[in-house]
Each structure stands twice: as C-alpha cells, then as structure tokens.
C-alpha cells in the first residue's frame, strides 16, 4: 500500500474508533446504569437503573455524593422501607444509605463519609443481630477508596477510575442496553423487583417465610461452607462489629448529630428460628453490649444516651398470622417475610421513633420499647416469655420451622464431611 494510502486508512481507522468511543461514551453518560453521573432521568428510557444488579451499593455510593443529605438512614435491607418522605424527619434533604447485608463496619464507614461530605443533622441506624457477627465480612463491592475520612487522610480515590469504566466499558455498554431495553410499563415495578416478588410468592407467602428462615440458617447467621459458629466478640471487641459500633456512637456525639438507634421489627417465627439455631443467649448479649455502649459513650461525651428503640420485640404486630400453606394469594399487612417488613410496617417504625401521631394510623401500644440498661434484663426476660407462649400456641409454624432447622444442619453435615 502506497505510503499515502496508509495515512489515510490509518486516519479513518483512527477517526473512526474515536467516534465509535465518543459514541459509546455519550450513550453511557446518558442512560447512567450505575447512577455514577447523575444524569437526567427518562420515563421509558433510563428512569429505572434495572442492570444495576450486584452493584447495587456503588450506585447508592454515588446518589448519595450526589445528594449531600442533611437526614440519612443506615442499615441492611431492611432498613430500606424506613421512608426518606416521613413527616416526621424535619430536615431535608433525607437519603436511605441501606443496602443488603450491611455489616457494622461499613455503616460506621458510610455514616463517616456522609459526614465528610455534609455534616449530617439527624440520622437513623437500623441495626440487626447478623451485622455484629465478627465472620460477616465486607461486601465484595465495598471500597473504602470511594468513602472519605473526617480527618481528611483518604480521599475517594476510585472516582476517576468508575468514572472511566463507566463511561468506556464493555460491561458499562451491555448494562446501558439492559437498562433501555428493561423498562418497566407504567405502573408496574422495575423487572428485577417483580422476579424476586415472583420467586417469593409463587408458593405463597408461608413458602417465603420458610426459604427466608433457610437463607438465615444457611448463609446469615453462619458464615462459610462448614457454618462457621456465630462470634460476637473474642477476649475484647478490638477489631469486631462491636468496636465499629462504639466508634459510630462515639462520632455520632461529637459531631452532634441527632442520632437515633433501633433494632429492626421481626416476625415472631425469626425468634423461633433463632432458638432453634442455638443463638438466644448470644442474641441476648448482643441487645445488653449494643445497650450497654451507647450509654457508655454518652458517659464520655458529657451527654444523654441516643433514643435506642427496639422493635424486635414478640409485639403484636410480630404475631400477625402467616397464610395457611394452601392460600396462594393472600398477603400480610406488616411483613414480606420472617425478617423483611413492609412500608407501612417502616411508618409505624418512624412514628414510633419520632414521636409522631398520624391520626390515620395508630402504633399498637406494645410496637417499639425504649432500651435503656437498667430495664434490660426484664425486657429480655418479656421476650423470651413471649416466645414460649407464642411455641406452645403455634405448634405448625414451630414444627416448619424445627425441620427448616433440622435439613441445614444435615446441609452442613453433607458439606463439610464429603471430599473437597
């Protein structure tokens, strides 16, 4: 080929390429699947971010830069139906930074970096017995490389670099073409909501307490292919859940924020499920620690301990009654399953915590009781008490859950003895 030749393809391999780049770019900054630029958002075109998929907390890293928040909920999944709309926040704006499977370390760390971000005014921690667990690790797409410091000694370096990947990926391209061609009609939910509410409730909503009570079993409450025992602490908290949880009390006070702690409102079967799983009195010692360091770190502040509320309670609400095995259809008011609740169970939450009256809905009188550690041990002595009267007046929902109990320990026997 003539030497002028070759410049000229040369020329249009390169003009070409960089407008197929440009192209592919300009596509991705439009549709956003990730959220990562916050660009405008389309009814039937990139409205719902359905690739997000197991990315999910990078996103919602993004949204919230993005947002600087005043009010901010933390907490694992479900803290997600705790509204960012409720009256009874009185600041704004408000984000909800849960995401699934939120362990105490990265929610010390979240709520740290919405603070280097904005200094936050009031907050909600909506904290679960799994996250203290010193085996539950960090979720594979945690970085500390895109959260900030108070101090100022890390800045969120990995920016620039999601930036370019999502601008310029191949992956970042196939999620763009998903998140057009996944759009939901108007009215219904996002494809990804819809498959799991289907894989939930396609045997009815008794089949969903049960594989959700397996899923605890198997994979929430022990960790690893042999289920390695649940660990709240070792000879002292120093580099467990625990410490994470004093250092974000001990922030929360001299940052001032109005912080506002809970436990997260479970069906009575999760209790069963509990007992049944050999882990009542390292749940009991989790409630007097958590108890016991909010008011030890309001001792070094100077200051009142934080409203801690617990809601994990056998309430009234907890007792709601699952449908029978053969009713298909019928769904509950207060929860999803055993450990998710929903909105309208959040409302109640929030009105609760917030001392709100809505004369719409009433919160039931025994729904949420103050912890404080001179009241502790008679709450938990109530618990248990009303977890033997739930057993002896629930004798189906107890025997479901003493062979969901009984199939993961076999599970783990057929996993851990057989070759590798």
């Known amino acids: 080929m003539p030497k002028r030749n070759f410049k000229i393809f040369a020329s249009i391999v390169l003009w070409t390429t960089a407008a197929l780049m440009a192209a592919v770019a300009g596509f991705n900054w439009l549709v956003d699947p990730l959220s990562v630029f916050g660009s405008v958002r389309i009814d039937g075109f990139n409205a719902e971010k359905v690739a997000v998929g197991d990315r999910r907390l990078i996103a919602k890293t993004y949204e919230l830069n993005r947002l600087q928040p005043r009010g901010l909920v933390l907490g694992s999944s479900r803290s997600l139906e705790l509204s ?197 009195e390292k749940f009991e010692d989790w409630k007097r620690s958590a108890v016991q360091i909010n008011e030890e770190e309001a001792v070094r502040a100077g200051r009142p301990p934080f409203p801690f509320w617990d809601f994990n309670t056998v309430s009234s609400i907890a007792l709601e009654p699952v449908p029978a095995p053969e009713d298909l259809h019928s769904r509950m008011a207060w929860f999803v399953e055993s450990a998710h609740y929903t909105a309208a169970l959040g409302d109640l939450v929030l009105d609760r915590v917030f001392d709100r009256h809505d004369p719409d809905r009433r919160v039931p009188d025994d729904f949420g009781v103050r912890l404080t550690s001179g009241m502790i041990e008679d709450h938990l002595t109530a618990t248990l008490s009303a977890l033997d009267r739930y057993r002896a007046s629930h004798p189906i929902d107890v025997a479901e859950i003493r062979e969901v109990a009984e199939r993961a320990a076999t599970a783990k026997h057929s996993r851990c003895t057989a070759p590798r």
């Open 84 to 280: 960012a709309e409720h009256p009874g926040w009185k600041v704004s704006p408000v984000f909800n930074m849960g995401f699934a499977g939120a362990n105490a370390y990265e929610i010390l760390r979240y709520f740290e970096h919405a603070n280097a971000l904005q200094r936050l005014d009031r907050a909600v921690i909506a904290l679960d017995f799994f996250m203290f667990n010193v085996h539950e690790t960090n979720r594979p797409d945690f970085d500390e490389a895109r959260l900030l410091r108070l101090d100022g000694g890390q800045s969120a370096i990995r920016i620039p670099r999601d930036s370019l990947n999502a601008l310029f990926s191949i992956d970042s391209l196939w999620a763009s073409l998903q998140t057009v061609t996944g759009q939901p009609a108007p009215g219904e939910m996002a494809p990804s909501e819809t498959e799991e509410v289907a894989r939930l409730m396609k045997d009815g909503q008794r089949a969903a307490f049960i594989i959700n009570e397996g899923y605890y079993f198997n994979t929430v409450w022990f960790k690893g292919r042999c289920r390695q025992e649940y660990v709240l602490r070792y000879s002292n908290e120093r580099g467990t859940q625990l410490e994470a949880f004093r250092r974000l009390t001990a922030m929360a006070h001299r940052l001032n924020v109005d912080l506002h702690l809970l436990v997260n409102p479970s069906h009575a079967r999760l209790f069963e499920a509990l007992r049944a799983a050999g882990l009542w």
